[in-house]
């Protein structure tokens, strides 16, 4: 959600190109940074889900003492939440696209701001 916020201010203003705020590159770059920033939030975020629903489902299923129909419940439980994982996992992909977009309009503002000089 940081992130996000961080991202609305510059979506405006490449929205409507006004020239009243600072230069380009340095809004490119705000950009940049925060998409990086989330790309790393959500990679963080998928791996600990990923190891947390792996190590919970491997106790479950070989070092739990309770009964096999709430080992089976659990179990399905867990599954169940590997769904949220890859919604989290289809995000960070996104999020590693727009940090490649944003990269590439920074390089291309930076290579424009050496050829006015």
Known sequence: MAGSVLQIPVAVYLLCRSKRMTSRSLILDVSMYADIV???VLASGVGAGFG???DVLEY???GSRWEEDATQDLVKYYQ????AIVFLLI???LSVCATVVSTRLRVR???NDIDDV
Do not use: N, P, Q, R
Not at 80 to 83: F, R, V
């Open 52 to 54: 947390a629903t792996d």
């Open 91 to 93: 995000g960070m992909f």
């Open 109 to 111: 503002a930076a290579s």
């Open 60 to 62: 479950v299923k070989h």
């Open 38 to 40: 989330v790309t790393v």
């Open 80 to 83: 169940k939440g590997l769904i």
